[in-house]
């Protein structure tokens, strides 16, 4: 009887579908943030200081006005735990490593939202007709080409 009711209510859910607005935003609005850390990080690890740019500032604004949000990824601040005992030049250089580290993985992130971006297109194409499912067809021949100009005899 248990298993019955839990298929009837299965029949009886609303459907539901992504947001892909939502998705669409979250993703730009994530990518913006990655181009501000890796920017300001550049500017504190070339000793510019904390240097903003306020053009891409203007790139997040309407996303946190939009979404009532103060922003995705966390701040980062070092602070010396040694009670000044570390000095001045262990905290201008740990200032610099952390820069060149924040810089490092912010790019990575956004090298590997780059590389995601035609399979995020795909999806969001797909979503746009979510009752059907798309297929890709490759032809053989065109495969042996792009083997043949690759050297990849590995067929």
């Known amino acids: ?9 299965a029949r ?7 947001d892909t607005t939502m998705i669409g935003d979250f993703l730009e609005l994530l990518c913006w943030e990655l ?4 920017f300001e990080n550049q500017q504190a690890f070339e000793k510019k200081g904390t240097i903003t740019n306020p053009e891409l500032g203007e790139q997040i604004v ?6 009532h949000c103060a922003g995705l990824l966390p701040a980062t601040y070092l602070q010396d735990d040694t009670e000044g005992k570390a000095g001045e ?23 590997a ?9 795909a999806a969001f194409s797909e979503l ?19 083997m043949a100009e690759d050297g990849d005899a590995t067929a």
């Open 35 to 38: 181009r501000i850390r890796v």
């Open 62 to 67: 309407h996303y946190y006005r939009k979404y």
């Open 89 to 111: 030049e262990a905290m201008r250089q740990a200032s610099a490593r952390l820069a060149k580290l924040q810089i490092e993985k912010a790019q990575a992130a956004l090298d």
């Open 113 to 121: 939202l780059d590389v995601l971006q035609e399979y995020l297109e």
């Open 12 to 18: 009886n859910r609303p459907k539901r579908e992504f």
């Open 128 to 146: 746009q007709h979510p009752d059907k499912l798309s297929v890709t067809v490759y032809f053989l021949s065109g495969i042996q080409q792009l």
């Open 1 to 9: 009887m248990g298993k019955q009711k839990s298929k009837a209510n």
